[in-house]
């Protein structure tokens, strides 16, 4: 693995169903993020973590879980989907939390769709 | 937390032409870092600028620093198709706080 990885890399999803996105990171980063982009549209921060162990909640956090378990991994799970839940999500990391002098390092993101 | 305005929403050049898109901020900020996002792609970081007045090339590309540090700019020069794509700036915060992006379409 070299950088971010996410899975699946797309998904049509039942409404009501559960479902977990999966992000990883071989970079020991310690700050994960959850985006998500709608169409056209500007990301929207879901949930973060600023190290193993936390997670904050972002601008869209309803409808929407993430845990962080070690500093790999950081699932995002929806409980119930809706179809107003479709979008591309994306998985980033950094360095650390502080925004200063630290990029943003993004997966290639998942595209999922609720019918 | 601080939040950028970035303008425009979408430009459409000839190939060839200038584009410019702008970040602005009503407090100052003490950094500010720039991402491109290809369509389809995920959203690449370009650049980060940090001090007063500060500018910076990549090829075509010219990131500025506004001297009050309240303001961003991005310019390219005599586009190309390989330019297209949305192009977000990013303030300072714990998380990061990103613009909503300009969209650049390029005309061949």
């Known amino acids: 693995i070299a950088g971010i990885t996410q899975a699946p890399t797309s998904q049509i999803l039942a409404a009501g169903r559960r479902m977990t996105l999966r992000c990883t990171q071989d970079?020991?980063?310690?700050?994960m993020y959850w985006y998500r982009q709608d169409l056209g549209l500007g990301l929207r921060l879901i949930h973060y973590s600023n190290t193993a162990g936390t997670t904050g909640k972002g601008e869209v956090p309803d409808g929407y879980s993430v845990s962080r378990a070690n500093t790999d991994d950081f699932p995002l799970t929806l409980a119930s989907a809706v179809p107003s839940q479709t979008s591309v999500y994306f998985c980033a990391s950094s360095l650390t939390p502080q925004s200063s002098y630290n990029e943003q390092f993004f997966g290639p993101g998942t595209r999922l769709t609720v019918l | 937390g601080q939040q950028v305005m970035q303008i425009p929403q979408y430009q459409h050049v000839q190939e060839g032409e200038d584009f410019t898109t702008y970040c602005n901020s009503s407090t100052t900020l003490s950094n500010i870092q720039w991402y491109k996002q290809r369509p389809g792609g995920h959203p690449v970081f370009l650049i980060q600028l940090v001090k007063s007045g500060e500018v910076k090339k990549q090829k075509r590309l010219t990131f500025q620093f506004g001297e009050a540090k309240k303001n961003s700019s991005l310019h390219i020069t005599a586009t190309q198709t390989t330019d297209v794509g949305t192009y977000f700036c990013a303030g300072p915060g714990t998380p990061l706080v990103f613009g909503k992006g300009t969209r650049l379409s390029v005309i061949a």
């Open positions: 970079m020991r980063h310690n700050a």
